[in-house]
T-cell receptor, first 112, second 111 residues
Framework: ETGVTQSPTHLIKTRGQQVTLRCSSQ?????VSWYQQALGQGPQFIFQ???????GRGNFPPRFSGLQFPNYSSELNVNALELDDSALYLC???????????FGPGTRLTVT | SQQGEEDPQALSIQEGENATMNCSYK?????LQWYRQNSGRGLVHLIL?????REKHSGRLRVTLDTSKKSSSLLITASRAADTASYFC???????????FGAGTILRVKS
């Protein structure tokens, strides 16, 4: 167990809807990164937050947005869901941006 | 896009045998990391090797890095059924540990 938790575990949404996924960082960690992992693929970097500011973004459209709160927990929001958004969404926290990342168990999102 | 490519895509061995997985990448890196993932759940960090290192050991794990060939290998010795998982290499392209993963190798260890 890494101490990083994610909710919910599973989620089913309809195309066009919006979804919010949540991540609670390991104690003392101020950096959170989000990844999308499609079935049979490796995770892809979505974005990273450091001390409540976005600190880098991967090749994802603006309908993927995030927040980091003062307690360093984080949210991933996806608007106008598409079928291809179906994936495992992983968050990872670290002491600082260039430190080892500890991954949560993920949220499995299914878009129908 | 995926930076790394693991080889083989799948590997099936008997308990006690060694398992070797390879990773190739495309651009210069700061470091390369290996992760394990059980049953499509969270990733577990196994080992990190920096670009100026050639070999690193951790328990039954041995990682090598050849920056001239842009490749790395992960060796698991004396494999156990509990080693059954997917294994990913990941590279750090820029400051902040923004990882780029390969597609992974599925390892099955038969008891």
């Amino acid at each position: 167990e890494t101490g990083v938790t994610q909710s919910p575990t599973h989620l089913i949404k309809t195309r066009g809807q919006q979804v919010t996924l949540r991540c609670s960082s390991q104690s003392g960690h101020n950096t959170v990164s989000w990844y999308q992992q499609a079935l049979g693929q490796g995770p892809q970097f979505i974005f990273q937050y450091y001390r409540e500011e976005e600190n880098g973004r991967g090749n994802f459209p603006p309908r993927f947005s995030g927040l980091q709160f003062p307690n360093y927990s984080s949210e991933l929001n996806v608007n106008a869901l598409e079928l291809d958004d179906s994936a495992l969404y992983l968050c990872a926290s670290s002491l600082a941006p260039n430190f080892e990342q500890y991954f949560g168990p993920g949220t499995r999102l299914t878009v129908t | 896009s995926q930076q790394g490519e693991e080889d083989p895509q799948a590997l099936s061995i008997q308990e006690g045998e060694n398992a070797t997985m390879n990773c190739s990448y495309k651009t210069s890196i700061n470091n390369l990391q290996w992760y394990r993932q059980n049953s499509g759940r969270g990733l577990v960090h196994l080992i990190l090797i920096r670009s100026n290192e050639r070999e690193k050991h951790s328990g039954r794990l041995r990682v090598t890095l050849d920056t001239s060939k842009k490749s790395s290998s992960l060796l698991i010795t004396a494999s156990r059924a509990a080693d059954t998982a997917s294994y990913f290499c990941a590279t750090d392209l820029e400051y902040g540990n923004k990882l780029v993963f390969g597609a992974g190798t599925i390892l099955r260890v038969k008891s």
